[in-house]
């Protein structure tokens, strides 16, 4: 059973950093996607970041030059650098990955991410 571990989430401030990471439990070296998605309350999951394994990396309009997504195939974990953070990043941050197209889409069990002063 593949396992996906997320940590790094916390309470910041408007215009503070945190750093996700997901670590997988099988090597991501041949991974076809891997990413991202986060769930506010009320509100349905959406994608944030994702990398393929043709190196295509999709962000969030809302995100896009303020999150970064990175993967480090030695330590099989993709990392999500978020800087400038608002409030309305608030949310629980989930890592999903899938190994082969049309496969099962693995999921970390959340981690929340809260953005207050």
């Known amino acids: 059973q593949v396992q996906l571990v997320e940590s790094g989430g916390g309470l910041v401030q408007p215009g503070g950093s945190l750093r996700l990471s997901c670590a997988a439990s099988?090597?991501?070296?041949?991974?076809?996607?891997m990413g991202w998605y986060r769930q506010a309350p009320g509100k349905q999951r959406e994608l944030v970041a994702d990398i393929t394994k043709g190196g295509i990396i999709n962000y969030a309009d809302s995100v896009k030059g303020r999150f970064t997504i990175s993967g480090d195939n030695a330590k099989n974990t993709v990392y999500l650098q978020m800087n400038s953070l608002k409030p309305e990043d608030t949310a629980v941050y989930y890592c999903?990955?899938?190994?082969?197209?049309?496969?099962?889409?693995?999921w970390g069990q959340g981690t929340q991410v809260t953005v207050s002063s």
């Open positions: 099988r090597s991501i070296f041949s991974i076809y996607v």
């Open positions: 999903y990955a899938t190994w082969v197209v049309g496969g099962r889409n693995y």
